[in-house]
């Protein structure tokens, strides 16, 4: 059985999606469902059963499952950049973190976890998942939980003992009940359909024009793949990268969408709020090498295609990942 914490979660029940597509459904969910409608995410996926977050912990210590466990996709977590609760965070994203890590690396099953690309901070060290992580100043609270677990897991010396997942901008089907921290696609989309127009943040760097500030989009259909090869190779350990190994611009995010929808392009530049300008990203490029070297495919699908795919197929239709 696997253990995917955070399933119901955007891409956690995508990976739940990608391994139905390769005949595992032996999967137990666990998550915190709350008042969120990110249980519509489950409903046309298989799995073999469902916990919450804190009653999971209490099964596991009762040593009931571990029997059972043949590996841990970790990827439970608040992933909300602008929370201001650090105490929650700590809890959240760092704490319950080790519980499980050292839990499951005691029992030598294969614990992969969800590290981010917030934890590179403003890029001064660069986006590559060789530089020394001791280094990286994180812009957020969120980015910095994630890099107190990379730094734990270093400290102890476990990172030849489990798997991290730098994840850059993931964006598409199963994001829905993400609020304010959705992709700007689906905000994009919400405004076209809405307005007939986009509205994107200014540049207040002088490097970068209105619209032209760059981030590596990744599709969340290509982070599964990526992901799917490591559970096959579980021999492989380390922090890696996941991301499309390319830097676009937010118009070429949003220009597709208008694209897809059969409409003239048309966005409007507005003004940054101030509490978020000292924590902006202008650019962010994964370094893939790492990834690549271990010969896995890094097949990516060009972004107007991924683009058109989710406005078409899922947006257009208010439709999830499910199996046909």
């Known amino acids: 059985m696997i253990v995917l914490t955070g399933g119901a979660g955007f891409v956690g029940s995508a990976f739940l999606w990608e391994l139905n597509l390769n005949g595992i459904d032996d999967v137990l969910v666990v998550d915190h469902l709350g008042t969120s409608e990110k ?57 319950y973190s080790k519980t499980l890590a050292l839990h499951f690396i005691k029992r030598d099953v294969p614990f992969y976890y969800a590290s981010s690309a917030a934890t590179y901070g403003d890029g001064q060290q660069g986006y590559s998942d060789r530089t020394d992580i001791d280094t990286l100043r994180p812009l957020n609270m969120y980015g910095y939980s994630k890099q107190m677990f990379d730094q734990w897991i270093l400290r102890n010396q476990l990172q030849e003992k ?42 207040y760097h002088p490097d970068y024009k209105d619209g032209e500030q760059m981030r590596d989009f990744v599709y969340v259909k290509d982070v599964t793949k990526m992901m799917l090869q490591f559970y096959h190779k579980p021999r492989v350990h380390g922090i890696f990268n996941l991301g499309s190994g390319q830097a676009n611009t937010w118009l070429d995010l949003v220009n597709p969408i208008f694209k897809a929808l059969n409409m003239k392009s048309d966005v409007e530049f507005i003004e940054m709020p101030e509490e978020l300008r000292g924590k902006y990203q202008y650019y962010t490029k994964a370094a893939m090498d790492k990834f690549s070297q271990l010969g896995f495919t890094h097949t990516q699908t060009p972004l107007e295609d991924a683009v058109e795919d989710f406005v078409l197929n899922y947006l257009e239709k208010s439709a999830y990942l499910e199996l046909s």
Request: aromatic fraction near 14%; include cysteine.
């Open 162 to 203: 489990v798997v991290g997942f730098k994840f850059f901008n993931v964006w598409g089907p199963n994001e829905y009940h993400k609020a304010s921290m959705r992709s700007m696609v689906v905000k994009a989309y919400e405004q076209v359909k809405k307005t007939s127009r986009v509205k994107l943040f200014k540049s």
């Open 39 to 95: 249980w519509k995410n489950l409903r046309g996926l298989r799995y073999r059963d469902y916990l919450e977050k804190d009653r999971f912990l209490e099964v596991l210590n009762s040593g009931k499952l571990d029997s059972q466990i043949k590996a841990v996709f970790h990827l439970g977590a608040c992933s909300s950049t602008t929370e201001s609760d650090c105490s929650y965070l700590i809890q959240n994203n760092y704490e």
